[in-house]
């Protein structure tokens, strides 16, 4: 539904950010052209131009300006691979749930990687995995120190 609205209203040049799981931060100014044929099909093209967010102001608005690249054009064919995530994404509500999941982990409720799952951690996979390693090797060192065989 959220695609068939951006196909539909976003006619205006808009500066959308794309971001990456490394945390770069890419705009770009963007605009979908509907270009109905003879036949009662519409072909839809997306228009993209790099821009770079300058500061933001007093109220948190960033401007921007937009870079010497040329404007490139898309036509739009299939469907779009679109991540949605519910709930609030400002940074209070962020914290808010960091600090429940952590409350929760100190209690024993959930274990850690509910609680790197939970907070969107980058790369949580590797960092369970290495934690994991450490802990088993930490368990065979404490048994040799109490004179046990390693399991």
Not at 31 to 45: C, F, M, P, Y
Not at 59 to 64: F, L, R
Not at 79 to 101: C, H, I, M, R, Y
Request: charged content about 30%; overall charge negative.
């Amino acid at each position: 539904m959220y695609l068939d609205r951006v196909f539909q209203f976003y006619t205006v040049p808009r500066v959308i950010r794309l971001t990456g799981n490394d945390n770069a931060n890419n705009f770009f100014r963007f605009s979908i052209e509907n270009d109905r044929q003879e036949d009662g099909s519409v072909n839809r093209t997306a228009v993209v131009q790099n821009v770079k967010a300058i500061k933001s102001d007093e109220e948190g608005d960033e401007s921007y300006q937009i870079l010497e690249s040329p404007e490139r054009r898309y036509e739009v064919i299939g469907n779009f691979d679109v991540k949605v995530a519910t709930g609030s994404l400002l940074p209070f509500s962020k914290a808010e749930k960091e600090q429940k999941l952590l409350n929760m982990y100190d209690r024993g409720i959930i274990d850690k990687e509910e609680v790197l799952k939970g907070i969107d951690f980058p790369n949580w996979e590797a960092i369970l995995q290495r934690v994991q390693e450490r802990e088993a090797a930490q368990a065979q060192a404490a048994q040799a120190a109490q004179g046990q065989p390693p399991q």
